[in-house]
């Protein structure tokens, strides 16, 4: 707080810890906030004084002064592959900036408020310290602070580096222990950092309410714009909000924050870093007129591609290159401040969007399910996602269930593939060396009763199969065209169930559970329930000659500071010959 004096609107009712201790309770904490400041700046005139004792003195000594400042949570961004922003995820709302990236006005706004001689002092202001401890034992209806601006920094520092309730308790707790705390890490502090590095500090770790941690996020927040643009008026309203930030939040309580806001003009015009004259102008002017208030969404919600946002977000997050355990990963997700550049391609999303959409809209009447997942050959890049429904967990037309993966991120049971599976009844047949030529009898329906199990040996039940199309005697591109149930049986039958099951596992295709697929005869026919991106993929590796890249969605992470993280390089592997 500035050494000007001024009543704070929102301050009636407020409680005042200080005067429930009585004068002399009072009276002893300034004696012992005096005299263990007194202890660390000039000692032996404390102690010729009797300002505190000896032991008072070794006490403080004693209390560390080295505070790590660790990384602060700061926002993720998810972006498509041309950089446009997907998403947004945070545990706080927050943008670091250099001090160079904040208005002048609004270093001077929030200094002129905080903490008038900032510039003056070793981090803590001993007269401004106790004239609040005095003031708010004996006066009623308001309170005064007395915290520096490194002060504050020191406690929103603790808090933010409390890793269990206990340390967040005593982060916050109103005690004189804490304050000599405060006091003791605020001058280690400045005899560490310069002014600007801890105003630049502070500006990026308070709250300024309505979500917004920072300067950079209040700025944004509230006046949709970066620090850097902030005029007076702005910078003086978010030098208001720092005491109490939802009591002097302007879009919930405009009346109080432009009275706090005006509060603060004056305090800058008292210390020389505006006139009175533009003071009293920016004050005349109404503050729901200077608000653009611009929520920043947290997740994929809003996103434009939500179902693939969310599949990016699981695939992180069940990765052990970003973490060796679930735990470190959200959190390097939701705290670390990266930047995700993902293989979604806009255009084609909109052209895959468009086209579930046309095909079964989001609110047909019979409900049934569209999706369609775009995977790229030769890298596995997911370039497209969606499916005929829009993202929500009520009404009709929404789900949070993505329809295009497994179950493990995020799916359903999967769906059934149908004829898409005689692909790989095809490459296990041309592997063995049966010609695309040769003739096969596929009538219209027929039994089949020497299917054995591939794994134990033992004989299956007979099956009827019926052809939806042409039967009668047809070669491979005959039956393909046709798409001839009874051909690729025969073929299954002759060249075994197994090897068809694994080529297509080796491609990626699994049950949408999880589980391996089941080796049938009726496996050609697509009867088993799987993902449409394992099956995308699967079609990927034939578009690539026989060479599987697994599906994946990041191509590049970069850290807070710019700094590359390792991400996964295409895994890709030939799975059937050129030839095949």
């Known amino acids: ?260 806001r005006n509060l603060v003009l004056g305090e800058m015009a008292e210390a020389g870093f505006i006139t009175a004259v533009q003071a009293s102008a920016a004050a005349r002017i109404a503050i729901e007129d200077t608000l653009d208030p611009s929520l920043q969404p947290n997740g994929c919600t809003s996103s434009y591609a939500p179902y693939f946002c969310d599949f990016v977000i699981r695939m992180i997050k069940a990765d052990q290159a970003f973490g060796e355990t679930l735990v470190e990963r959200e959190a390097l997700l939701r705290r670390g401040g990266l930047t995700i550049r993902t293989t979604l391609d806009p255009d084609v999303q909109d052209a895959a969007m468009k086209s579930v959409a046309s095909y079964i809209p989001v609110k047909d009447p019979s409900q049934r399910a569209a999706a369609i997942t775009l995977v790229e050959p030769g890298t596995g890049n997911i370039i497209a996602m969606a499916q005929n429904r829009e993202w929500g967990l009520k009404g009709r037309g929404k789900t949070t269930y993505n329809y295009n993966v497994d179950q493990a991120f995020g799916g359903t049971i999967g769906m059934q593939a149908g004829s898409t599976f005689k692909v790989f009844t095809l490459a296990a047949a041309l592997e063995q060396g049966f010609s695309p030529a040769e003739g096969v009898d596929a009538p219209n329906p027929k039994t089949f009763e020497n299917f054995v199990n591939c794994t134990d040996g033992t004989p299956f039940e007979p099956v009827t199969v019926r052809n939806s199309g042409s039967a009668g005697f047809l070669n491979m591109f005959q039956a393909t065209a046709f798409s001839t149930n009874t051909y690729f049986v025969t073929l299954a039958e002759r060249f075994g169930l197994c090897r068809q099951a694994e080529i297509a596992e080796d491609m990626g295709v699994r049950l949408a559970t999880g589980d391996p697929l089941l080796r049938v005869p009726t496996f050609s026919l697509g009867t088993m329930e799987v993902s449409p991106l394992s099956m995308a993929g699967a079609y990927a590796a034939f578009a690539n000659h026989g060479v599987f890249c697994a599906p994946r969605v990041v191509l590049e992470i970069t850290d807070r500071y710019g700094n590359k993280v390792d991400v996964p390089d295409p895994r890709c592997r030939e799975v059937v010959s050129r030839g095949v």
């Open 1 to 260: 707080m500035s050494e000007s004096h001024w009543r704070d609107p929102a301050a009636a009712g407020r409680p005042r810890p200080l005067a429930a201790l009585g004068r002399l309770g009072a009276f002893l904490v300034v004696t012992l906030v005096a005299g263990a400041v007194a202890a660390a700046m000039v000692l032996p005139v404390a102690a010729a004084t009797g300002l505190l004792t000896r032991g008072a003195i070794d006490s403080f000594e004693s209390l560390p002064s080295q505070l790590d400042a660790p990384d602060l949570p700061e926002r993720s961004v998810i972006l498509a592959a041309d950089g446009s922003v997907l998403a947004t995820i945070y545990y706080q709302n927050r943008v670091e900036v250099p001090l160079t990236a904040v208005a002048p006005v609004m270093r001077q706004a929030i200094v002129a408020v905080e903490d008038a001689r900032f510039l003056d002092h070793p981090g803590i202001d001993l007269r401004g310290t106790m004239r609040a401890i005095v003031a708010n034992s004996t006066q009623t209806g308001s309170t005064q602070g007395g915290s520096t601006i490194t002060q504050q920094y020191v406690k929103n520092l603790l808090i933010a580096s409390a890793t269990n309730e206990e340390e967040l308790e005593a982060a916050r707790a109103r005690t004189p222990s804490r304050k000599l705390r405060e006091i003791r890490y605020a001058l280690a502090l400045e005899r560490r950092y310069s002014k600007e590095e801890i105003l630049e500090r502070y500006l990026n770790i308070v709250y300024f309410g309505a979500g917004a941690y920072g300067v950079e996020a209040a700025a944004r927040r509230y006046f949709a714009k970066p620090a850097a643009e902030l005029d007076l008026v702005e910078s003086a309203t978010l030098a208001g909000i720092v005491q109490q930030p939802t009591a002097f939040d302007p879009t919930r309580n405009p009346e109080l924050a432009e009275t706090r």
